[in-house]
């Protein structure tokens, strides 16, 4: 189906807006109150970019809580089951955070600016409310607000040579997650060696929210020989390589053992975060469910817009959260999340598709 | 600008989504992280419905975030600066929420359903993780969680006369934001007299989601000799009308003063609330700004897609959120966040429109 969006005051424009506009955006979706290009309307070309070329994203909407303050530190580690006592200025950490109940609400990567300054790169939910309304009854002494900064993704095998060319031999030495600041015809922005595909690449924070325009015709220029063109998050090589979408592929309360972030939850370290008791308890008792990859029968499938079931036999074991079709594997490969109880070599499968029911088998993931 | 919304599972849909597609409808928002009709494609028919008629909305997305223990109202009272002791079971109540800046987070309506009891019907924003961060901190006794509660709108001058067919003589007899539940073909719904509309009507809360598409064909149904069609929350009559659209209308620093919601904020209350230091701060020291109606002169104006700035001569003196042309005024009507030092009848107010600059005058609000 296909469905206006209403553009309005409401949600918030990215930095880079304009200028995805004018580099021919077809589709928005709306992330943390915010627009977000989800196409170009060249769906085949965007995946061809991303997997052997080179391709740039608007990811503005991937927004920034900012923690600083002499009590950061004791809020960042509080807000997250995984050990921080090793993080160190220039590094970023995936870092799953959990309710009160250990129930994931979000999946940010934590970026450690100083000792006294970390940002997580949040994906959409209100983590700058839940931070503030944990700091605030911690009266822990720490600022919590959203800074300006905004991410241009440049994702692909060629992304390494097109940030050589704006920035020197530096950003190629960069470990995975690493970042650093710098400055392009003086605009300010951070580097980081990151962004939501596998295919490698960086993401370029900009810094000052007046210049989208002018970082993404610089971004633009110097891609322009590597064949760089404009993409987005992409769902097919995200599902090929088993790349949680956190709202899309898990219950909402789903615990980190129950979407594949288990070993990031440590619950030896002595220090309190918020949910370990009942992380404790989860992991005593065992997660009900998982999430698997799986390998969907027949003919291609058009990615899907609502969930689908997932049965064992007759039985209900839990649901699809995104299938596509991998140009790849020429095979429709699929996350699901599904109880525990059923074994990876369970022969009976089947995901009920709105045009009837297929056969399923579960399969490792990264699919490549 | 038309650009097409992404249609995917990340994103909830409302248990009404089939019917409202069935219905026609054309364009849609993301709000509380659920699909929002904004559109069936004739403005004019759908405002004149409004009006004049009668119309029936799908604002699932207006998602409920329920309190419910032993501590549920000593929880329901810390979050909102507004004195709850006189608060009924099947009352409801608008109460403005704030963080421990006196910053407007939110602005629910408040349900009270028992004693032990709450629904906050919520604008955009998590609420959900906000509520559930304070009473994880405070170790207060009360369950926070979403409810399955989907509202769908009956607005309209003859919004009475609907749900007189359906449900009988009592709704007509609720005073305003009072509810009651009633179950309708079998169908359990809470029936409240409120809509984010001046022009009367009711919002039936469906409380099975496996009901939406029963519930919106039974509604069409009993409002079609009435003239009854879809709509959606109009941003024509909600400008006539003045109502606050939490997220466009305000900047995110703003407190209660500052929005028109300082008569909620009860600082001589003793119990403990949210941001009370604060508030008591920003009372005393007066607000910085003021949200005005602006009448814009000049030709009809199309709705904006971007904040407008506000000049007094050559000085900024703030934003005006949202403007649309009223066709019963047969004016541009405005509602503008701007700084107090401004006064009510400065002569030399401007709005900078992508066009131009237009001239400006303040004026009382709701405009009609």
Redesign the interface.
Known sequence: ???????????R?SPFYDAT?KAG??????YN?MYMP??YGDLAGEYDRLINGVSMWDVAAERQVELKGPDAFKLAQYLTPRNLSRFVVGQGKYVPIC???GHV?NDPICLKLAEDQYWLSIA????L??A???????KFDVEVR?PDASPLAIQGPKAEQVVADLFGAWPAKLKYFWFRKAKLDGIPVLVARSGWSKQGGFELYLLDANKGTQLWDRVAKAGKKYGIGPGCPN?IERVESGLL?Y??DNA?DSTPYEIGLGKYVDLDQRTAF?GKAALKKANEDGPQRKTVGLIVAGRALK?????WRVFKGKRDVGMM??VAYSPRLKKNVALAQIATSVKDDASDLTVQTPSGARKAIITAVPFI
Chains 1, 2 share one sequence.
Not at 25 to 30: E, M, P, R, S, W
């Open positions: 189906m296909a469905f206006q969006i209403g553009i309005g005051p409401r949600v424009k506009v955006v077809a589709g928005f979706t709306i109150h989800v196409s309710n009160h109940q609400i959409d939910s209100d983590v409310l839940w503030q309304a944990i700091a605030g009854e911690k959203e769902y979408s709202g899309a909402v918020i990615s899907n817009e609502h969930r959260g995104v």
